[in-house]
């Protein structure tokens, strides 16, 4: 931890590399661990990750919208230690980007400006259509099960990267040149397993990794600094 904050405290080029464990202790459930999203789905007739894809959204649209609002969707869920020391370090100028794998918008509820979102979000949806956006409160109050669009009738989807999707190709690229710019890239709340995602990680080629995580990750003996314990409490302690 000693080391940590000299090295924070030294530079002002920072990239913070984030996933699902960001987000847990907002209540958010992450998707690999005891108490994650795999796991308590083990009684839906269909696998979490067959749910959450293209083709599955296009034949079972239905089955899609209920997973997804019973399991995709934390409307209350308000940002942690962990957001909210990120959004400080960007203030302070030393944070240059925060790249995230979550949906939940989290990062900017807490004050971060510059955040990446490799997985799309929530509050994003769009008609399949015609294009028309609609925010998350168009979701959550539609009357019926599958949003419609309020000009076309057409299907209103999530603004989400689903499985047997490609990342968009912009955001992946401006990742990666803040990875490969930064002098310290901290990683935390990711199992580092998804790809292509984890593979940012290889892009940074300085010698300041910092990876936070409960669990180990295939990433740990690459790093220079490895803390298992909670992003809220090693981020706040930080500052």
């Given amino acids: 931890m000693d080391n940590l904050r000299e090295i924070v405290q030294k530079s002002s080029n920072i990239v913070f590399f984030g996933g699902a464990g960001v987000s847990t202790e907002s209540n958010i459930p992450d998707f690999r661990s005891d108490n994650g999203l795999y796991v308590s789905a083990e009684k839906v007739r269909y696998a979490p990750e067959t749910i959450l894809s293209h083709s599955f959204f296009e034949a079972h649209t239905e089955e899609f919208y209920n997973f997804y609002r019973n399991k995709m969707i934390y409307k209350d869920a308000m940002p942690n230690a962990a957001h909210y020391a990120l959004a400080e370090l960007e203030k302070r100028g030393k944070l240059k980007a925060v790249i995230t794998q979550n949906i939940d918008g989290l990062h900017q509820l807490s004050g971060s400006k510059n955040v990446l979102e490799l997985h799309g979000s929530v509050h994003r949806n769009y008609c399949v259509d015609c ?51 930064a002098d310290v890239l901290i990683v935390g709340g990711t199992s580092l397993v998804v790809y292509p ?19 180990s990750t295939p990433f740990d003996s690459r790093a220079d600094i490895v803390i298992n314990d909670s992003i809220g409490k090693v981020l706040k302690s930080v500052l």
């Fill in 197 to 215: 995602a984890a593979g940012l990680v290889t892009y940074y080629k300085g010698g300041k990794l910092i990876l936070i995580n409960k669990s």
């Fill in 131 to 181: 294009g028309k956006s609609f925010d998350l409160d168009y979701i959550v109050g539609s009357k019926s099960l599958v949003p419609h669009c309020d000009s076309c009738s057409g299907t209103v989807r999530p603004d989400v990267v689903l499985y047997e999707e490609a990342l968009d190709t912009e955001v992946i690229n401006r990742a990666a040149k803040y990875i490969s710019d």
